[in-house]
């Protein structure tokens, strides 16, 4: 099983295919298998690309610590430093969800290790302090909703909801909810708060200089604010929206892949 040891903790990943190395980023509770093998997106990359699938620390076969300070930053840290241990300078990163928070992180930071950036089910944009405010609240019922070992207990319907969606997956997701509750709280403590709102940001976005792709499912209501928004800012970038689909059942929709196939296939071969 090939594992990566970051500090003490182990990082679970595989590889799958042979070419330009791609590294895909799960979403929040869930895990490579369901993330990436499930809905047949290594079935349609691994013939023309090096996929480096990983399992962020907090879900799937990877370690779970039980501290919030060993979340926030440091699953950043697992994915540059896994690179590093494969001897990998530059992919292409395809992050969902919460996989794709992570990659936008890392793009502002370390701009240097991409060929290229698929940012699904995230908002590229830069918020305002009241936009923060609200997410950390929200992230608190979040957190408050995970904690309930009943779910009949949980008042909050957008926490019901979330909890009920993640809970679905349970199994497959190999999932442990004192986990999850320790990543989020480990959003909550990072010294910008979940959001950043620095007003090098927007700036940041838009001296972005390799190619950017957003996808999103026309109905992910996750997603409260304009969906383009990040196509806008950054320079180059371009933008695509599944009809009909959610959230959810976007991910292993096959317009989805054809998009990225193509984004990827005209990135890496001209």
């Known amino acids: 099983m090939p594992i990566f040891d970051n500090e003490g903790v182990k990082i679970y990943y595989e590889i799958e295919g042979e070419g330009p190395p791609v590294i895909m980023i799960h979403g929040f509770a869930a895990n490579i298998e369901a993330n990436w093998k499930a809905t047949n997106w290594v079935d349609v990359l691994k013939d023309d690309y090096k996929l480096i699938l990983v399992d962020c620390r907090g879900h799937g076969k990877s370690d779970k610590p039980k501290d919030a300070a060993q979340y926030g930053e440091k699953i950043n840290e697992d994915i540059v430093k896994l690179l590093d241990h494969l001897s990998i300078k530059k992919a292409n990163f395809f992050g969902y969800s919460m996989g794709a928070r992570i990659t936008t992180d890392i793009l502002l930071q370390k701009q240097e290790r991409f060929i290229s950036a698929i940012i699904g089910g995230f908002p590229l944009y830069y918020p305002k302090k009241s936009t923060k405010f609200i997410a950390k609240v929200m992230m608190k019922k979040l957190i408050k909703g995970l904690k309930k070992a009943n779910l009949d207990d949980i008042k909050n319907k957008a926490?019901?909801?979330?909890?009920?969606?993640?809970?679905?997956?349970?199994?497959?997701?190999?999932?442990?909810?004192?986990?999850?509750?320790?990543?989020?709280?480990?959003?909550?403590?990072?010294?910008?708060?979940?959001?950043?709102?620095d007003p090098k940001r927007k700036e940041a976005l838009k001296k972005v200089n390799i190619p950017v792709m957003t996808v999103f499912g026309s109905d992910d209501d996750i997603i409260k604010r304009s969906k383009s928004t990040g196509a806008q800012l950054v320079p180059g970038s371009c933008h695509f929206q599944i009809e009909g689909k959610d959230h959810i059942t976007v991910v292993a929709d096959p317009k989805f892949h054809m998009v990225v196939k193509a984004f990827l296939d005209y990135v890496n071969k001209n």
Do not use: C, N, W
């Open 159 to 197: 926490a019901l909801r979330f909890r009920k969606v993640i809970s679905d997956y349970a199994d497959s997701h190999l999932q442990d909810l004192e986990a999850l509750v320790y990543v989020l709280e480990g959003d909550i403590q990072r010294p910008d708060g979940i959001l950043p709102t």
